[in-house]
């Protein structure tokens, strides 16, 4: 497959850290990344939260080795001259260099901590990530072959990552925090095959010719690649009409899941944060910290036979007596957690089944608070019993139709079974998008915005108890 584009033929790339590991993921990528950088998907709201997790991990680690001077000086494209002042601070003496730049024109790379010790040079590259992952020791293998082969000797290198079993009790310890993996033993062994990597990735480059991969485990291991739309496109019309004729209902199993409710129904959703860095006492590096519920509380079934057409169910349902609504929303910066339990405990009942869509979620987050807070565990665990998990029947495909396109989410079976409710008149849709409202409330000090995000969290997530309300609504009236 030919490519219409602008480029210089045995032309030798530059190759930084990021680029060779995209390559090892996919050359296909790499081209892209190079030749077609305008097809590159948009950047969503909830990756540009993990690119800024690791831009302030990799900030406050480098508290673990205070003094340092920034080579880069935040201004990461003016490659060249972060390297000559790099190399100028090492001459200098410099002991503590963050974002320290190297190249030997043909390869490049900013290790995160540059420090010198007593017998020699080590380096420290920083991950937001709990532990040490497969292609970050390719990552440091790489920065060691460029820094190395740059001319700096190195005694030794390491990966800094978050320690995911550290607690937080008032002030933040950093050495508790952070974990530092010796690396130099795993990636010395590596070294001879990174030139040949690097020769096959240069080759494949200079052609310029598009690279014929076809869509594989590859597009998202060990990253979720940022030209998927782009090579979608090859995709044909046959696989998507064949997906597209695929149904199914088994109505007995279905009977089944709804003999075993019992009444009242509590239809519960929870929506989350996580912090990399853990803000309250009693809290993990990325634990999920519920901040929001919203619980629909139904008495009886008369509701579900209503024989009503779609819009006026909808009134009805919204309007029935014995349909009650309960909500909660958190206050930053305040730990949301205790008034999160006391609110859900003194509104779910002694008896009835509690429904939530994928109930592990659910669970281990009580879980999560009853061990954090042992005065609830005793109440709290009498709660689990009671789960019924409306997401089964679909995961399972006792009852399947074309418009959920395979997926068995909330967000797809809703808009194939209930055609007048939907989230797209909402300003939040999803919940990635509710963590980063509320995370934005930590800042915030306009009271309308305030007000607005705190309004739009509250329909979001009572949307999601609703839905629930309306899907077993429907399976009901038609068992």
């Given amino acids: 497959m030919k490519q219409n584009v602008n480029f210089e033929k045995n032309t030798i790339r530059m190759i930084s850290k990021s680029s060779f590991i995209r390559g090892m993921q996919c050359p296909k990528s790499l081209w892209l990344h190079f030749y077609l950088p305008e097809e590159r998907d ?11 997790n690791g831009h302030n991990v ?5 508290q673990l080795f205070p003094g340092g001077v920034d080579a880069s ?76 082969r740059s001319g700096l000797p190195l005694k030794r290198i390491s ?23 010796p690396m130099t033993d795993r990636i010395l062994p590596m070294q001879k095959d990174i030139p040949v990597a690097l020769l096959s990735l240069q080759e494949m480059l200079k052609t310029g010719m598009i690279p014929d991969i076809a869509m594989g485990p590859q597009c998202k291991k060990p990253f979720s690649c940022d030209f998927l739309d782009f090579c979608r496109q090859s995709l044909t019309v046959a696989e998507e009409e064949g997906e597209a004729r695929k149904a199914n209902r088994n109505q007995d199993a279905l009977d089944e899941f709804l003999a075993d409710l019992e009444f009242p129904l509590y239809y519960l959703d929870f929506e989350t944060i996580q912090f990399a860095v853990p803000r309250y006492d009693e809290s993990r590096p990325y634990q999920q910290i519920p901040f929001q519920y919203s619980l629909h509380v139904q008495a009886s079934s008369e509701i579900a036979r209503l024989r009503s057409s779609e819009k006026k169910r909808q009134r009805d349902v919204e309007k029935a007596s014995d349909l009650m609504h309960y909500e909660f929303l958190g206050t930053p910066p305040e730990d949301p957690r205790p008034e999160f339990i006391q609110a859900l405990l003194s509104r779910i009942g002694e008896s009835g089944s509690i429904i939530v869509w994928n109930q592990a979620f659910e669970i281990t987050r009580l879980k999560e608070i009853a061990r954090d807070f042992p005065e609830y565990a005793t109440r709290i665990e009498t709660l689990f019993d009671r789960f019924a998990d409306l997401m089964v029947p ?27 409710l939907s989230y797209s008149d909402l300003n939040i849709q999803e919940g990635g998008t509710a963590s980063l409202t509320y995370e934005s409330l930590y800042y915030d000090t306009d009271p309308e915005s305030i007000s607005e995000k705190k309004d739009s969290l509250l329909k979001y997530c009572e949307m999601d108890s609703l839905s629930m309300v309306r899907i077993l609504q429907l399976l009901e009236s038609e068992s």
């Avoid at 990966?159 to 993996?181: A, S």
């Avoid at 679909?394 to 007048?420: C, I």
């Fill in 73 to 148: 000086r935040g201004e990461y494209e003016k490659v060249q001259e972060a390297v000559a002042y790099t190399a100028a601070l090492i001459d200098g003496g410099q002991p503590v260099i963050y974002e320290a730049a190297f190249s030997d024109g043909e390869t490049l790379c900013y290790m995160d901590i540059l420090v010198k010790e007593a017998d020699g040079w080590a380096a420290y590259e920083v991950k937001a990530s709990t532990q040490v992952k497969d292609y970050q020791v390719k990552d440091v293998a790489f920065q060691y072959y460029v820094i190395t």
């Fill in 159 to 181: 990966l800094v990552h978050v320690n995911n079993q550290y607690v937080r009790h008032g002030e933040l310890d950093l050495h508790q925090l952070f974990t530092i993996e």
């Fill in 58 to 62: 990799g900030l406050l680690a480098q």
């Fill in 42 to 52: 948009e950047i969503s709201e909830s990756q540009q939260q993990i690119f800024d």
């Fill in 394 to 420: 679909f995961r399972r495909k006792h009852l399947y139709m074309p418009e959920m396109k395979g997926s068995y989410s909330l967000k797809t079976v809703l808009p194939a079974l209930v055609a007048d």
